[in-house]
Structure formats: C-alpha cells, structure tokens
C-alpha cells in the first residue's frame, strides 16, 4: 500500500471515529416524521427547538431538532412546521445529524 492510500485510509479512520465520539457526545437522537415531531413539543412544558433550513436547488428543507425526556428529536420537512405558540426557536446556521 502507497503513501497516499495509507494516508487515505487513515484519514477515514480518524473520520469515523469523529462520528463515533459526535453520537456519544450527543446521545440518541430519534429521527421522527414532522407530525410526530408536533406531538412531541405538545407533551413539553416550554419547548424549546434548534431551527436551520438548507437549499438545494429549487428545494428547502426544514430541520427541526428538541429534547424531550433526555433524548434529542429531529425532523426534517419540505414545508414549515406549524409550531406551539409557547414554543421558543433558536435559529443555526445548520443542524448536523451523525449518520
């Protein structure tokens, strides 16, 4: 194996085990369908949730994300999301999901 392969499949290791150590970090987080989502912050007392939307092409998606019950929800939606009045949003830049 070369130099540059070696190095490659380093750089792969040292990327999974990035992702490993961001899931512990983080905890279980429950991909939900966005009306599942809605229910979730409908059971919280004063939810509060992480907003981010991307382009891509002609699209928007929507990426919500809250904490409920010490486990972290996350939905993604082509549309807005009709949230709880009671609900508080803060805005990022971007919401990243280990995969």
Not at 31 to 44: S, T, W, Y
Not at 61 to 79: C, D, M, P, Q, V
Request: a positive charge; hydrophobic letters at 50%.
């Amino acid at each position: 194996m070369g130099a540059a392969a070696g190095g490659a499949a380093g750089g792969a290791a040292v990327a999974a085990a990035a992702i490993a150590n961001a899931i512990k970090a983080s905890g279980a987080i429950v991909k939900l369908e966005p009306q599942e989502f809605i229910r979730i912050l409908n059971k919280a007392e004063n939810p509060l949730i992480v907003y981010a939307y991307s382009k891509v092409f002609f699209s928007i998606k929507h990426k919500y994300l809250t904490s409920y019950r010490g486990l972290f929800f996350y939905a993604e939606s082509s549309t807005p999301l009709s949230l709880p009045g009671r609900t508080e949003k803060v805005v990022a830049k971007n919401i990243w999901i280990p995969s």
